[in-house]
């Protein structure tokens, strides 16, 4: 089994409903909840887990956005995890999403291409990094 990162971001977060639906769509779509976590970030965190767009026109509301309110983390476990969760969340900005996959999480729920309800690690690499930081209590023996 391969673990991914799954985050519900803090828009999503700030309405229990989508809240729910999309924690239940994580077990419908049979992924094994391996650990779960609510935790709010710092903006130091959110500058460090997102360095790698550091100068991007979008860092700054970015930064601010994910350190705005509580967040909902999830370490998930299926074959080809990181995969099946990038499919079920669609393509990263929301009217691309709408438009070339209207049954995707960001397309039904996405605000804007950043307030876009959820992340997901883009590799197994990316994976192991991205647990480390939200579960530095978990590791794999
Ligand atoms: P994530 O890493 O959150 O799963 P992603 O891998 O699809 O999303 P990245 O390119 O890693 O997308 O960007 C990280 C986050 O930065 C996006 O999820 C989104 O919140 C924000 N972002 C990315 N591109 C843009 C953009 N063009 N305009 C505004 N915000 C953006
Ligand atoms: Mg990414």
């Known amino acids: 089994l391969q673990l991914t990162l799954a985050v519900i971001k803090p828009d999503a977060v700030a309405q229990p409903l989508l809240l729910e639906a999309l924690h239940r769509k994580i077990l419908e779509n049979n ?6 976590k609510d935790l709010i970030w710092k903006r130091s965190d959110s500058e460090r887990f997102y360095a790698e767009h550091k100068g991007r026109f979008f860092y700054q509301r970015l930064v601010e956005f994910m350190s705005s309110g509580p967040m909902r983390a999830y370490i ?3 074959e080809d995890a990181v995969s099946h969760w990038r499919e079920l969340m ?3 900005k929301v009217y691309r999403a709408r438009y070339t996959s209207p049954k995707t999480i960001r397309a039904q729920y996405g605000l804007t291409d950043t307030r876009n309800t959820t992340h997901g ?3 197994s690499e990316s994976a192991e990094r991205e647990i480390a930081f939200f579960f530095p209590e978990f590791s794999v023996q």
Do not use: E, M, Q, Y
């Open 76 to 78: 998930l476990a299926k």
């Open 121 to 123: 690690s883009d590799s």
């Open 90 to 92: 669609g393509p990263t």
């Open 31 to 36: 992924f094994i909840i391996v650990r779960r």
